[in-house]
């Protein structure tokens, strides 16, 4: 037997970036993603003599194959008897949400795979122990994921808008988002406020979504995305993800912006630049990105499904 889950990215207006519970993984404030059709994992879990996990086409280290068997014990008492291929359409661990993607398709993928038909609640509870991001991948569009650890979807009107990531490096970050998040709780003497600006934000941004209003929404995610690195940066040793070049991106995109191509940047635990945009914009921004020399980029849409069973036999 075989069952094939994809997966999408979703990438935070409001960010998730502390946790008040480490073991259920349930975060200090809400945060509100957008899902989007780039950046996806797809998931097999076969049948096998014994337990195997393949992670773009190499076998996973001794680490990430632990994390996997932990993750699908919560499904299956025999976890030796599977499978487990994970390939993603970009680079791991750079900052692309590839645990987002990664766990939300290996939940899905092992609800079938084993039978166990578990309910949305104690699915979410399970793919937020993968990664607390990954919860939101679980569905389409614009979902929040709240403090007291539920997830629900909003309506709101995304159609029109577009991602661009500009890639500032590949390579997979130095310090993990979890270590990087725990110390910040731990040491940044700015952290409460972080939590008291970012479950405002939340409230505002799930309005401003919901009114189309896209330079409000776009206010919002950068300023959160700033305070939430301002926040990390204070924290003992600093967190510093950014790179001269994302700042460099940052700068342009403000001028883009100014200059009427309505578009708006925000960052997660990398220092590659997300940016959003319209339709009516994009092509235009795509251009000028690439004459200032940021020219590799990948460029998506929203995404109104999560994640999903793709194929079974
Ligand atoms: C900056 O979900 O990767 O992307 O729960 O420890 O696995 P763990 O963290 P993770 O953190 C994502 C942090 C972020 C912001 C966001 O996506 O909301």
């Keep these: 037997m075989f069952v094939k889950a994809t997966s999408f990215a979703n990438f935070a207006l409001v960010k998730y970036w502390g946790k008040q519970d480490k073991e259920k993984i349930i975060p200090y ?39 996997v068997k932990a993750f699908l014990r919560h499904f299956t008492d025999d976890v030796e008897r599977v499978r487990v291929m994970s390939q993603n359409t970009f680079p791991t661990a750079a900052g692309l949400a590839s645990s987002a993607s990664a766990f939300s398709a290996l939940a899905k ?89 970012a479950n405002t934000d939340a409230n505002k941004m799930e309005h401003a979504l919901k009114d189309g209003d896209f330079t409000q929404i776009g206010q919002i995610a950068t300023q959160n995305a700033m305070t939430m690195h301002a926040t990390m940066l204070a924290a003992t040793p600093p967190i510093l993800y950014l790179k001269d070049k994302s700042m460099e991106a940052l700068a342009l995109i403000t001028e883009l912006n100014n200059e009427g191509i309505e578009c708006f940047y925000t960052l997660d635990a990398g220092s590659n630049v997300k940016v959003i945009t319209t339709k009516t914009h994009v092509e235009t921004l795509v251009k000028r990105l690439k004459s200032h020399q940021f020219t590799k980029l990948y460029q998506g849409k929203p995404s109104f499904k999560g994640a999903f069973i793709s194929d079974e036999g």
């Design 29 to 67: 404030n809400d945060s509100i993603s957008i899902t989007w059709d780039i950046f996806k994992t797809y998931t097999i879990l076969e049948t096998s003599s014994r337990f195997s996990f393949t992670l773009n086409n190499q076998r996973a280290s001794t680490k990430e194959s632990e994390k």
């Design 109 to 197: 993928a092992a609800n079938h795979f084993f039978g166990c038909n578990y309910d949305s609640t104690t699915l979410e509870a399970i793919t937020r122990k993968g990664s607390g991001s990954a919860v939101r991948s679980l569905y389409g569009g614009v979902v929040r994921w709240q403090r007291d650890g539920r997830v629900r979807t909003i309506d709101a009107p995304i159609e029109d808008y577009r991602l661009v990531v500009i890639m500032i490096d590949e390579n997979k970050k130095a310090i993990s988002s979890r270590d990087a998040m725990e110390r910040t709780v731990a040491t940044s003497p700015f952290f409460n406020a972080w939590v008291d600006q």
